[in-house]
């Protein structure tokens, strides 16, 4: 069954670090997502791409966050200098249809700010 | 903007017995409704969706879930839940604006705990 798969699956950075999370969506998609979690939170929608440009993206994507499809298979998320704040899981997730329908999630990456 | 609400943090059910949770969302018109199930160090994975037509969907692993427009509800069902069921349940909402890949908007999430 096809997957989205995302790298690493734990990563630890310092503050003000920058850091690179990497997704390789479902081949056939073509929408795809980022969505992080707090700990102990919901979910929450961060950026939807397609056709090589952002989408949607909600209030928490400001200006630190970043994201490229640089290669036609891969998908990353970058923050340019990173906050404890950030400190969360990073789902991936892809889907055929722009409504996010059938979206197909990533295990996560967990990003520890310290 | 929409919004959707799990009122229930912790359920705790006996195995055997039938569950149920509640979802409630915020929304002008009927948008897509879904639930997603993540356990432990997982990600989410869709049990069931709603986008039209017959107001009971079945999902994956013996779930289902009925939407009622008239309560704005969209409660997630199990006639016997087993104990590889426990779990974290979110419902989630997703729009269509015709324009863009819009989001799902996610509930805080219950926390399913199966009791022997």
């Known amino acids: 069954e096809p997957e989205v798969t995302q790298t690493p699956s734990h990563q630890v950075t310092q503050m003000g670090q920058e850091v690179i999370l990497r997704c390789v969506p479902i081949s056939n998609h073509l929408y795809f997502y980022w969505y992080r979690q707090i700990l102990g939170q919901k979910v929450e929608f961060l950026v939807s791409f397609y056709n090589n440009e952002i989408s949607e993206k909600s209030e928490i994507f400001d200006d630190q966050f970043s994201v490229e499809r640089p290669d036609g298979s891969n998908f990353t998320l970058k923050i340019r200098s990173t906050k404890l704040e950030d400190s969360a899981m990073y789902f991936c997730?892809?889907?055929?249809?722009?409504?996010?329908?059938?979206?197909?999630f990533g295990q996560g990456t967990r990003l520890t700010v310290v | 903007a929409q919004s959707v609400t799990q009122p229930d943090i912790h359920i705790t059910v006996s195995e055997g017995a039938s569950l149920e949770l509640r979802c409630n969302y915020s929304y002008g018109a009927t948008p897509y409704l879904f639930w997603y199930v993540q356990s432990p160090g997982q990600g989410l994975q869709l049990l069931l969706k709603?986008?039209?037509?017959?107001?009971l969907v079945q999902g994956i692993k013996g779930f289902e879930a009925e939407f009622k427009r008239s309560q704005s509800s969209f409660n997630l069902r199990k006639p016997s839940v087993h104990w590889s069921d426990a779990a974290e349940y979110f419902c989630a909402v997703g729009l269509y604006s015709g324009g863009g890949a819009d989001g799902l908007t996610f509930g805080k999430g219950t926390h399913l705990i199966i009791q022997p």
């Open positions: 709603y986008f039209s037509g017959d107001t």
């Open positions: 997730a892809s889907s055929t249809h722009p409504t996010g329908t059938e979206a197909f």
